[in-house]
């Protein structure tokens, strides 16, 4: 006897099991029928599924399909993220190439991005530096403290209800500041003492569900290359400050890297966008375009 098809949200994927949650709060264990597993699209923390619970005397139910996505992260691999939440801190060193990495490809997806700067009690400049950096992308920055709590209100505030992504390096604090927002009680460790680096302490990502709050607590991470397939000239699109100065520049084509009477150029050297973030943009830019030409090979 065929029983009826249940609907849930993934919530963690471990080897070949997956804990999905229903709207109702039940949790089960699910491995993913043949017919998922031949679409070699593998469920993720946060993908909406159809699945048949365990019948009697059975170990797990069967993940019978995913729905369709709304976006998609590939790094840290999670689906349906509407907000993405770089944490950053003073220690480990912030790396805001990477920062700009995860931010080109979050704005493809239409998420909305937050930046939420950890360890205040160790500087507190750090985040006013960050917010004037990204304001021009239209990107908040909270500072924020774990321990303390400073901060964290607002950071809640700006979440809202919306399934939001904690991103970023280890080390920075992801999961103790998910634990200070949230009462949970994830795993968090130390700095490596000799190069004060994260230990990689989160290892999977799970989507933590509770008080009003929807969040993923992800692995921390260090690289992420440039997107392969895309086209050059799509990366500036992803960078919300440029828009003002789109039509402006001397050739209609400009990539705003090193061409003559390029409008963003000069917006960057008068200030009026972050020349950092710009500098970053060429170098993500370079990568973008060597990809691009080896994209047959
Ligand atoms: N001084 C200070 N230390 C903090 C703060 N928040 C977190 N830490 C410390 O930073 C270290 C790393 O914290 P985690 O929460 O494990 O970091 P994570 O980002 O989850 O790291 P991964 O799981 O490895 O990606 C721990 O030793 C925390 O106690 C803070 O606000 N201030
Ligand atoms: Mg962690
Ligand atoms: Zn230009």
């Not at 029928?33 to 070699?40: D, L, M, N």
């Not at 280890?170 to 700095?191: F, P, V, Y």
């Not at 799970?206 to 921390?220: F, H, N, S, W």
């Amino acid at each position: 006897m065929a029983t009826k098809s249940l609907r849930g949200t993934v919530v963690q994927g471990i080897g070949s099991f997956y804990t999905v949650r229903t709207a109702e709060g039940e949790e089960y264990i699910l491995r993913a029928q043949k017919k998922v597993r031949r679409t070699r699209l593998s469920p993720l923390p946060g993908d909406e599924v159809l699945f048949s619970p365990p019948v009697e005397g059975s170990e797990h139910g069967w993940l019978e399909e995913i729905l369709p996505r709304k976006t998609l992260c590939l790094r840290p691999p999670v689906a349906n993220v509407e907000t993405l939440i770089i944490v950053l801190a003073p220690e480990p060193e912030p790396d805001l190439m990477l920062a700009d990495r995860q931010i080109a490809r979050a704005v493809a997806q239409g998420m909305r991005v937050l930046i939420a700067v950890n360890k205040s009690d160790l500087d507190d400049r750090l985040a006013a530096g960050l917010r004037e950096e990204y304001a021009g992308a239209g990107i908040p920055v909270f500072p924020v403290c774990a321990l303390t709590g400073a901060g964290l209100p607002a950071l809640r505030e700006a979440m809202g209800g919306s399934l939001c992504c904690f991103s970023g390096q280890s080390g920075a604090g992801k999961s103790t500041t998910i634990n200070a927002l949230m009462h949970t009680d994830r795993e968090t460790g130390d700095l490596s003492r000799k190069i004060a680096r994260g230990k990689n302490t989160t290892r999977t990502a799970v989507l933590l569900e509770k008080e009003g709050l929807r969040v993923m607590d992800t692995a921390g991470f260090s690289l992420l290359e440039a997107e392969r397939n895309l086209p050059p000239e799509t990366l500036r699109e992803r960078y919300t400050e440029f828009l003002p100065y789109e039509g402006k520049c001397r050739f209609n084509e400009c990539l705003h890297d090193s061409e003559p009477g390029c409008a963003v150029a000069e917006a960057a050297k008068r200030g009026e966008i972050s020349p950092a973030r710009w500098q970053r943009y060429r170098m993500l830019l370079a990568e973008t375009r060597e990809n691009w030409k080896n994209r047959f090979g």
